[in-house]
């Protein structure tokens, strides 16, 4: 099993900044890709960006790109996501989740997520 924490959300102006962090334990972190995901009010949850076991590689949705930084510490069991030039369309819940190193990176599911931490960007 692996836990996962989430921290850092909260109320911020559009154009501002936030820094999300998700916290790790149960299990070695470097066997995981990690991912952060986003559910909005009334709307599905989406896929927000994703990084392989080692820092490697990244991905992330294109209304994200170049605002969003997602990043790990392995050392420190950690995950990030830099959000900056944030809008008010980012307003949501925002969850990590990891998954084991060996399933492809995009496309397959998540085995553990965590509780989730509320991001609301006022106009």
């Known amino acids: 099993q692996v836990q996962l924490v989430e921290s850092g959300g909260g109320l911020v102006q559009a154009g501002g900044s936030l820094r999300l962090s998700c916290a790790a334990s149960?299990?070695?972190?470097?066997?995981?890709?990690m991912g952060w995901f986003r559910q909005a009010p009334g709307k599905e949850r989406e896929f927000v960006a994703a990084i392989t076991w080692n820092g490697g590689r990244t991905y992330s949705t294109d209304s994200v790109q170049d605002r969003f930084t997602i990043s790990r510490d392995n050392a420190r069991n950690t995950c990030y996501l830099q959000m900056n030039s944030l809008k008010p369309e980012d307003t949501a819940v925002y969850y990590c989740a990891a998954k084991s190193r060996g399933r492809v990176v995009l496309g397959s599911p998540y085995d553990y997520w965590g509780q989730g931490t509320q991001v609301t960007v006022s106009s």
């Open positions: 149960g299990r070695t972190f470097s066997n995981y890709v």
